[in-house]
């Protein structure tokens, strides 16, 4: 049966909304356009104002700042 393992804590309600609030600006914005919005990278890069690699770069930064805000319970 799929669900949760041992020693995984669910996600609280409001947590991912203060991890994403708790972001710079530039990385919330990419993390918001590709992965909830669904935008491609050069979508999104024109919609910012920056380059793909620019854009690439935050989105990275901002999941790696979301896994330790949230860790085990994404």
Known sequence: MAGQ???QK???PGEIE????SLPDEQRDAVLLVMVEDHSYPEAADIVGCSIATLA???????????ERLGDAL
């Open 57 to 67: 770069t935050r989105l990275v930064r901002g999941r790696n700042a979301l896994l």
């Open 5 to 7: 393992g041992a020693g």
């Open 18 to 21: 203060r991890a994403l609030a």
């Open 10 to 12: 669910s996600v609280q």
